[in-house]
C-alpha cells in the first residue's frame, strides 16, 4: 500500500528556519515533490528530489533519502506569508503517473 | 495564475442530486488528473485522462465519472450525492510523459451538498 507521514501542524517564529519531514512507504519511487497550499487555494508546486540530496531554491530546500524513506523541506528566513499547509507527494510509478499525497502539514508562522 | 481553469468555483447542492465539474488544462498540456480533498483527508487521486483516453483511476467512486474531450478540457460528474462528497474537487494537468513533470492545479470547486 501507500503510506506518506507528515506531521499534522508546526508553529514558527517570523525570520527562523522551519523543517517539515516527510516518511514514506510506497510500491514504487519515481520522485518527489513538495507543494504549498494556501487555505482555500491551489496548490503550487515548490520542489522535486529523485535522487538523494539537497536541491535549494532560493528561501527554500529539499531533501532526499530513498533509502531512508525519507524528504523534508527546509524553509528559511521565515515571512507570514509562508503561513500555509505543506504537502508531500510521491510519483510511485513511472511516467507521467499521478501523485500520491500525504495529508499535508499546516504551518503558522508568528511574530 | 497556474492556467488551469476549474467552473463553477463554489456549488451548493441538495443530496441526491447530479452536479458536473468542468476543467480547461493549460493550453498543450495533455494529462488531466482530478483529486478530491476533504477537511480530514489530504489530496485523494480520483481518474486521470491522457489525451482523451483514461490513464489511471485512483479511489473513484461508481457514482462518479468523469471525461476528456477533443479540445482536452474535462468533466467530473457525481451522482446521487451524499453529505459526504462535501469537499474541494481540484483539476490539475501536466504536459509530458516524464517523472520530473508537476503537475498544475486550478483553483478548484467547492462542492457543498446539504
Known amino acids: 500500500g501507500q503510506n506518506i507521514d507528515q506531521p499534522t501542524e508546526m508553529t514558527a517564529t517570523e525570520g527562523a528556519i522551519v523543517q517539515i519531514n516527510c516518511t514514506y512507504q510506497?510500491?514504487?519511487?519515481?520522485?518527489l515533490f513538495w507543494y504549498q497550499q494556501h487555505a482555500g487555494e491551489a496548490p503550487t508546486f515548490l520542489s522535486y528530489n529523485v535522487l538523494d540530496g539537497l536541491e535549494e531554491k532560493g528561501r527554500f530546500s529539499s531533501f532526499l533519502s530513498r533509502s531512508k524513506g525519507y524528504s523534508y523541506l527546509l524553509l528559511k528566513e521565515l515571512q507570514m506569508k509562508d503561513s500555509a499547509s505543506y504537502l508531500c507527494a510521491v510519483r510511485d510509478r513511472s511516467g507521467n503517473t499521478p501523485l500520491v499525497f500525504g495529508k499535508g502539514t499546516r504551518l503558522s508562522v508568528i511574530a | 495564475d497556474s492556467g488551469v481553469t476549474q467552473t463553477p468555483k463554489h456549488l451548493i447542492t441538495a443530496t441526491g442530486q447530479r452536479v458536473t465539474l468542468r476543467c480547461s488544462p493549460r493550453s498543450g498540456d495533455l494529462s488531466v488528473y482530478w483529486y478530491q480533498q476533504s477537511l480530514d483527508q489530504g489530496l485523494q487521486f480520483l481518474i486521470q485522462y491522457y489525451n482523451g483516453e483514461e490513464r489511471a483511476k485512483g479511489n473513484i467512486l461508481e457514482r462518479f465519472s468523469a471525461q476528456q474531450f477533443p479540445d482536452l478540457h474535462s468533466e467530473l460528474n457525481l451522482s446521487s450525492l451524499e453529505l459526504g462528497d462535501s469537499a474541494l474537487y481540484f483539476c490539475a494537468s501536466s504536459v509530458s510523459q516524464a517523472e520530473n513533470t508537476e503537475a498544475f492545479f486550478g483553483q478548484g470547486t467547492r462542492l457543498t451538498v446539504v
Open positions: 510506497t510500491s514504487g519511487f519515481n520522485g
